[in-house]
């Protein structure tokens, strides 16, 4: 066994050091707080009928989206597509103030072909808001 553990039947258990006085942690877990995301982020704000690009295409570049919320302020149908004219859902029929969300789960939900970007399209002009976390590389 490596120094400093003991063993237990068939567990291993690490011996650690006592915490110091006046420590933030808790138990024997510290919680590191990132200074900088790891998503980019960006207000999902749609009103008009037809496309609305949620995530602008760059040329040799994917959007991979990894989470999604939104709310729709009347009856609308709503299709999530790949560029202008690769749709990645099927019409989705929506209630007022309907909502999607889509939480992490360390897959994208979607992903775009290079250089296109992440559209939303509505089949009437109908306020729909939320916000979307996506990489772009």
Do not use: C, H
């Not at 007022?96 to 296109?116: K, Q």
């Amino acid at each position: 066994l490596p120094a400093g553990t003991n063993n237990i039947g068939d567990v291993d258990v690490l011996t650690l050091p006592a915490l110091p006085t006046g420590s933030n942690l808790i138990g024997r877990v510290q919680l590191d707080r990132p200074t900088a995301a790891n998503l980019s982020s960006a207000s999902i704000n749609a009103a008009a009928s037809g496309d609305n690009t949620l995530v602008a295409g760059v040329g040799g570049q994917t959007v991979r989206i990894w989470k999604l919320f939104l709310v729709v302020n009347a009856a609308v149908n709503i299709i999530l597509k790949d560029g202008a004219a690769t749709n990645l859902t099927g019409a989705m029929n929506m209630l007022a103030s309907g909502a999607i969300v889509l939480d992490f789960d360390g897959e994208p939900w979607f992903v775009t072909s290079a250089g296109n970007g992440f559209v939303l399209n509505l089949s009437a002009a109908v306020q729909v808001s939320g916000r979307i976390y996506y990489t772009q590389s």
